[in-house]
């Protein structure tokens, strides 16, 4: 495997764990967590977890 396929295939499972971690920055939201508790639980600030559910719902 040369450097930039695996560049390629560790770029798709980052993409992958990010959706995964908006899709569950989501659903703690939706379950009525705070900002504060979903960043905590993250391991971000509470304007990176506001920024991801953001884009997660987005729609685009």
């Known amino acids: 495997m040369t450097s930039i396929e695996k560049?390629?295939?560790a770029a798709g499972?980052?993409?992958?764990?990010?959706?995964?971690?908006d899709h569950y920055i989501t659903r703690a939201r939706n379950d009525g967590y705070t900002w504060e508790?979903?960043?905590?639980?993250?391991?971000?600030?509470?304007?990176?977890v506001i920024?991801?559910?953001n884009r997660a719902n987005s729609g685009e």
């Open 13 to 21: 499972k980052l993409n992958a764990a990010i959706n995964e971690r």
């Open 37 to 48: 508790a979903i960043a905590a639980a993250a391991d971000m600030s509470r304007a990176g």
């Open 51 to 53: 920024k991801a559910y």
């Open 7 to 9: 560049l390629e295939a």
